[in-house]
Structure formats: C-alpha cells, structure tokens
C-alpha cells in the first residue's frame, strides 16, 4: 500500500508539474511576457514544484527531516548526478557569467542553510530549528534571486554574448491554460499528500530514519523533472542548458521551498547532520572547481564521472549509517 501510495504521488507531482507548468508559460505568452522570463521563472518554478509540493505538505504533517532532506538531497542529485550523467551524454560548457555569479550563488544559498540549520553550535540552542525567521530571511534572498533574474532578462545577455536560444511554447486556449492549472495544481496538492504518507510508511515499515528517506528516496523522485530536462538537452546537442535547469532548481529549492515551508511552521531538524549540509556546500565548490580549471570552462566525461561518484559515495555513508 505504502509502494501504492509512493508511486501514485509521484505520478500525479509530475502530471500536475507539467500541466502547470505548460498553463501557465502559455498564459504567459499570450501576454507577451518575454520568454527568456518565461523560462527562468515559470519553467524553473515547474522543474522545482514537486519539491515545494512534497517538502510543504512534509512540514505542515510534522515530518520536518522529509521536508529538509527533500530539498538537501534533491539539490545533491542536481549537482552530482544529473550533472554528471549530462556531462557523460555530451561536455557540458560553462560561460564567464555562471561562474562569476550564479554556481558561487549557489553555493552561498548553501552556506546560508548550513548557518540557519545550526543553532546548538552557533546559539546554544536545544536543538537544530529552522524557524520561521530563518524562513522569512530564505524568501528574502529568493525576492534578490527574482531581482536578479528579471536584471539579466532586461539586459537580453544571458550568456556570453551569444543569442539568446528560443524556447518553444505551445500557445493554448485560454480556457485549457487554465484548466491545465488549476489541474496541476490539483494534482501537485494531492499527490504531495500520497507521496509524503507513502515515504513515511516505507520509512516506519523498514526502521529507516525518515531523513534518509528524505535524502535519497524522496529526492530522487522529486528531482525526475530536472533529470527529464537535462538528459534531453544533451540529447538535443545542448548539454549547456542543463546547467541552467540544475542552478535554476537548486536556487528555488532552498531559498522558496524550504523559505516558504519553514515560514508556515518551524522545521525541527533531528537526521539531518552537518554531513549532508556540508555534503551540498561541497558539491557545488566542486561543480565551480570544474567549470573554473580543469576543463577549460567545460564539464568534461571525466569530470561528469567523478560527479558520479561523488554522489554514490555519499549515499553509500547514508546507507552505512543506517
């Protein structure tokens, strides 16, 4: 029953991401919002609400580690795995602009969580808390994100110098936009409930700790529409683009899933260790260590292996500690 409810979840998290996703860059177009905002913002959003679904509906039933580790193990699948298995399809190139600005974002949005998520060693605290303040300060630096964002779409240079590569959006009626909404929502709403209760039953059913089901089983599964994305750009001869949709996710994941998720309810953090925290910091400096020197701005076969590995490796501590 609990596999059941598992899969159903997930389903339906990704009919409605799509669904939503699809309404919405539609109603978009039809208003003659640029595109390049159209994917930074409403596609990116899309890849990352199964995340936002899972890890809300996590913390408003109580199990703060599934919410936390949904979104550190989903970010770790980003940078280590879809990367990695991108960079095997095909090198993925890195420009000026990622490396200066956006992958060292990525990793002080890490830093950040790091700092929010350790109140016995920084405060003297009870325990670790994400509160509704460390909530709060998250969806202010997601308001700078947008800001930023918005700045680049102004300019029209979103890399370097090269054109701008469209991206294709079926215009619907308006009526199905909206129905498409309304519908993913729907379906995002209740397949967030079945795939939350159908974790917590595996996790109680096996005796695993509800943070390590969060950091691997959940994330994986939240992270599909990412994996979806990237593997077909590298099929389409556009590895580059994968890079976008992981540091696109990543950002939203921490600083508008977790911001919003630990500002309707404290997160009280039990399994979720500086390991993992200090795990997602250094995926992303050696994301940035790659682009920066060893490729020659590219994220090489080699490198995209070592990713790999990197992400198995951890995985085989989390399954050791069990």
């Known amino acids: 029953m609990n596999i059941a409810l598992l899969l159903g979840g997930l389903l339906l998290i990704l009919l409605g991401a799509n669904g939503l996703t699809d309404g919405a860059a539609s109603v978009a177009k039809r208003f003659h919002i640029p595109t390049i905002v159209i994917g930074l913002t409403i596609v990116a959003f899309g890849t990352s609400a ?3 679904t899972v890890s809300l509906s996590s913390a408003l039933k109580g199990s703060a580690d599934i919410s936390v580790g949904n979104v550190v193990g989903s970010n770790l699948f980003n940078t280590l795995m879809i ?3 991108t960079a095997l399809f095909a090198p993925i190139a890195v420009t000026r602009n990622m490396l200066a600005k956006e992958i060292p ?3 002080l949005a890490s830093l950040v969580l790091l700092v929010c998520c350790n109140d016995l060693f920084l405060d003297g605290g009870n325990d670790n808390v994400l509160s509704v303040t460390d909530g709060l300060v998250l969806l202010g630096f997601f308001v700078v994100f947008l800001s930023y964002t918005f700045a680049i779409a102004s300019h029209g240079k979103p890399t370097d110098g ?3 590569e469209e991206t294709e959006i079926k215009e619907l009626p308006l009526w199905k936009s909206l129905l498409y909404i309304v519908g993913g929502l729907a379906g995002l709403i209740a397949g967030g409930s079945f795939f939350v209760d159908g974790a917590c039953g595996i996790a109680r059913s096996l005796g695993v700790s ?3 089901i969060g950091l691997t089983l959940v994330a ?3 992270s599909l529409p990412e994996l979806a994305t990237s593997v077909v750009a590298a099929l389409k001869k556009n590895p580059e683009i994968a890079i976008g949709n992981v540091i696109g996710s990543n950002l939203f994941n921490i600083f508008l899933v977790l911001g919003c998720s630990a500002s309707i309810t404290p997160l009280h953090l039990a399994g979720i260790t500086n390991l993992d925290l200090w795990a997602l910091v250094g995926s992303g400096i050696l994301f940035w260590l790659f682009g ?6 590219t994220i090489t076969r080699v490198e995209g292996s070592v990713l790999m590995l990197a992400y198995i490796a951890y995985t085989a501590v989390l399954i050791y500690k069990i």
């Not at 920066?292 to 701005?297: D, E, L, M, V």
């Open 220 to 222: 994986g599964g939240t």
């Open 292 to 297: 920066c020197f060893f490729g020659k701005r």
């Open 50 to 52: 199964p995340e936002l």
């Open 162 to 164: 090269q054109p701008e």
């Open 83 to 85: 990367v990695g298995c």
């Open 105 to 107: 974002l990525c990793i």
């Open 210 to 212: 509800e943070s390590v």
